[in-house]
């Protein structure tokens, strides 16, 4: 299953903390997308087999968008070859090599995985705000 949120200027993460532990809870596999206005975010939940953990597959994209805010271009970020990203809160410790392009983190529970993504997001709005990227 994929859910999408879509936000533009203002992160409201209160409808995505209040689906996402049931949601997790229920399918064995689910991916949260995230779109900001120059940012995605995927989160790939998979539940690990004979436990209750969680693992989380994490990718960010740059977003490049037309003149009527429809995405035209993607590009895979590596956070870690990133400036952008050095000091950018918990972000480059889910990325474990240089090259990495996809993140990973696992979770003993549904709570754990909602608050880390919402940190995370949180930490991809910071650099939505900084004017200096766009």
Known sequence: MILRYDFDKKIDLAMFKKQAPQYTRIFD???YEFYLLRYKAIFNIKKCQNTKKYMTYI???DLKRDSDCEISSSK????LKDIRFKDLGNIPNFFAHLDSSEGLA???NTNEVTDSICNFIQNINRLEKLNVFC
């Open 106 to 108: 696992i979770y003993e």
């Open 76 to 79: 895979i970020i590596i956070p």
């Open 29 to 31: 596999d689910i991916q």
């Open 59 to 61: 990718s960010i994209y």
